[in-house]
Nanobody
């Protein structure tokens, strides 16, 4: 069983910062891509930041220069540092990891966290 546990969400004023964490536990053999998505009320889930196994990153245009995704492979954890937060960043944030649960798995599978709410007040 693989479990993703997110933390770090909360209420912050515009211009403030938060750091989200997502730790994978249980049967984790290898992690490839690590991503953060978000879903605002009434909107579709969107990709916010992506981090490949080769350390390549990709960001949504709306967060470039403000958000930074990083990973700690030893802890099977992905982070999202969010600076200069805006009310438009208000959403539930989800981590998404592509991983092999065991050494005998043949392909990476997608796993999702439970979501952590971020609210940015004006």
């Amino acid at each position: 069983q693989v479990r993703l546990v997110e933390s770090g969400g909360g209420l912050v004023q515009a211009g403030g910062s938060l750091r989200l964490s997502c730790a994978a536990s249980g049967s984790v053999f290898s992690i490839d891509a690590m991503n953060w998505f978000r879903q605002a009320p009434g909107k579709q889930r969107e990709l916010v930041a992506a981090l490949g196994s080769g350390a390549t990153t990709n960001y949504a245009d709306s967060v470039k220069g403000r958000f930074t995704i990083s990973r700690d492979n030893a802890k099977n954890t992905v982070y999202l540092q969010m600076n200069s937060l805006k009310p438009d960043d208000t959403a539930v944030y989800y981590c998404n990891l592509w991983l092999l649960a065991t050494s005998t798995d043949h392909s990476y599978r997608s796993y999702w966290g439970q979501g952590t709410r971020v609210t940015v007040s004006a």
